[in-house]
């Protein structure tokens, strides 16, 4: 029965690091469920290059989208820029600002003439929610796009 003994020693404190472990990824879990999580991407038909920018709400709650554009670099200044589109156009013909449900998507065209400087570059997109979080997409996911639409 000696052998018992050191057993009845690592059981105890095995359920306690596993509680802890526990406990901790509860507390993770609960604070990413009230952050706003949004997907955003250029979106295009085919022939016409970028007259579209997707909103995914991945969030667990609905949010509300005020404002989309473009992220611009150039013109001497050394971070990128918004360029608010004036007028979104959504796709399902609806009223501007636009509320996502949990796990819902909106596309938004816009005008041509919602022209950008020549001097500026467009690096990416972005969304802005009624909260005040801007989510824009990498620089490397909109050179993929860029890519796409040039083959």
């Known amino acids: 029965m000696e052998w ?19 406990t901790a990824l509860g507390i993770m879990n609960a604070i990413t469920q009230r952050r706003v999580r949004l997907v955003v991407r250029p979106a295009s038909d085919v022939g016409i290059k970028m007259d579209r920018i997707e909103i995914v709400n991945l969030s667990s709650f609905p949010v509300t989208i005020n404002e989309v554009g473009f992220c611009l670099i150039g ?31 909106a596309t938004v065209g816009f005008e041509p003439r919602d022209a950008i400087h020549a001097r500026e570059e467009v690096c990416g997109v972005y969304a802005r929610t009624s909260c005040g979080k801007t989510v824009q997409c990498s620089r490397r996911d909109y050179r993929g796009f860029q890519k796409e639409l040039a083959a």
């Open 4 to 22: 018992f003994a050191p057993l009845m020693n690592v059981i105890p404190i095995g359920g306690f690091v596993l509680g802890a472990i526990g």
């Open 75 to 105: 013109g001497g200044a050394a971070r990128p820029r918004h360029f608010k589109i004036s007028q979104p156009i959504r796709s399902d013909g609806g009223n501007w600002p636009r509320r996502l449900q949990s796990r819902e998507a």
